[in-house]
């Protein structure tokens, strides 16, 4: 985990992994019928997964799922949080993430970004940025 940056698996702007781990992103789904998480780079936005709320029971059935042997979606038992989670990460799963929640049939909105990044490569260009404004003795313990 970085000293610099959120610790794994939370949602703050930045999170961090190392390559083949596992890593859950949350969302706040309480009022909402529906959630989707997507993926962006820079070439494409894409759709992960999506899935509506039961209307009877606390539970998340999926819509769509681009790869279910390696993307979870699953929702807390009051079916508040709706807990994404990325198998095995690799260089391709690295970029911004966002959560999607419809309370509206025609309105989607859309929660903060998460940028996931490898923490080596975080540290790697934290050290190269700071060597490049020569900046020394840097505070690592800054939280973004």
């Not at 999506?50 to 059935?61: F, G, H, R, V, Y």
Request: hydrophobic share 40%.
């Amino acid at each position: 985990m970085s000293d610099l940056l959120a610790p794994k698996g939370s949602t703050s702007l930045v999170t961090t992994v190392n390559p083949s781990e596992n890593i859950t992103l949350t969302c706040n789904i309480v009022g909402k019928h529906q959630v989707a998480w997507y993926h962006l780079t820079a070439d494409e936005l894409t759709l992960l997964v999506s899935a509506e709320k039961s209307m009877t029971e606390n539970i998340l059935p999926i819509d769509y799922n681009k790869d279910g042997s390696r993307f979870v979606l699953k929702a807390d038992s009051e079916a508040t949080v709706a807990r994404f989670t990325i198998v095995k990460v690799g260089k391709d799963d690295l970029g911004v993430y966002f959560c999607g929640t419809k309370a509206e049939w025609s309105q989607m909105l859309f929660g903060k970004p998460i940028l996931v990044w490898f923490e080596a490569l975080i540290n790697l260009n934290i050290t190269r940025i700071c060597s490049a404004m020569r900046i020394k003795g840097v505070n690592k313990n800054v939280t973004l």
